[in-house]
């Protein structure tokens, strides 16, 4: 049997990615390709939404979707913990509904992700810098957000990070106490240094994404994940079981 998928953003750098694992994989059927200008109703009759659209308009097509008892997989940006526990009590009203929200997909990434929220309780000094293509609307990125959201969850009762002179724009916008720095440059596709700061000492956990190839195997394990799942999840570190690496009681 095979799941029916429509791809909200389907013509998108990363729709166009999704579209073609669907083509290809022999449990998923391509149900429809959505734009900006279609209209929602033409998910209905699709087994699984994928939105990869624009942060502006994720929250509308998942709120359709949701409404109409369908499953998600959101590969968009700006899902913030705020966002999300609306969402949460949204697809509360429906039993049996799933959300899965990735971040990124890139299993690289996650897991610099995971190793940067292991290393925040030993440094008080924390900044990250995100690099993707000019193209990319907004900023910080999802992945950027999420890393910074983890750090703060996992200092716990360690408070803020220490992030002078904040009062200036050049440092950056503020997730979670960090300074998130972004930078949108011609040439690139993406990257993320978390930098961690101690006495006499840096380490710095760097992700670059070199080609939309990194994407495919964890696009392929959220999708099968997405048509299964019930309530709200967010993150492919729980599909790869990278939960367990962070001591109970820290990661949301």
């Known amino acids: 049997m095979t799941t029916t998928v429509a791809v909200v953003g389907a013509t998108g750098k990363l729709g166009q990615i999704v579209t073609r694992i669907v083509d290809e994989a ?35 097509i998942v709120d359709f979707a949701v ?6 997989l959101v590969g968009t940006s700006g899902w ?26 890139s299993v690289g990434s996650v897991i610099g992700t995971t ?42 009762r360690l408070g803020p990070v220490i992030a002078p002179h904040t009062d200036q724009r050049a440092r950056g916008q503020q997730v979670s106490s960090i300074p998130i720095h972004s930078l949108r440059l011609q040439g690139l596709l993406a990257r993320q240094d978390v930098v961690f700061g101690g006495t006499g000492e840096t380490l710095t956990i760097s992700h670059v994404t070199q080609s939309g190839s990194s994407y495919e195997s964890g696009i392929l394990l959220a999708l099968r994940a997405a048509n299964q799942a019930s309530g709200v999840t ?8 990278l939960d367990i690496l962070i001591p109970s009681g820290i990661a949301p």
């Open 26 to 60: 022999d449990d998923f059927t391509l149900g429809a390709r959505l734009n900006s200008a279609s209209p929602l109703e033409d998910m209905l009759g699709a087994d699984l939404v994928v939105d990869v659209s624009t942060p502006a308009a994720s929250h509308g």
């Open 67 to 72: 409404g109409h008892g369908l499953n998600v």
């Open 80 to 105: 913030t913990g705020e966002r999300i526990l609306s969402l949460e009590t949204r697809v509360a009203a429906h039993p049996g509904v799933g959300v899965l929200i990735v971040p990124n997909f």
């Open 115 to 156: 190793l940067a929220t292991l290393a925040a309780r030993f440094f008080d000094s924390i900044e990250i810098v995100e690099a993707h293509s000019a193209s990319k609307i907004d900023s910080p990125s999802g992945t950027a957000v999420r890393t910074a959201e983890l750090i703060g969850v996992a200092r716990g």
């Open 234 to 241: 967010v993150g492919l570190d729980k599909l790869l079981g």
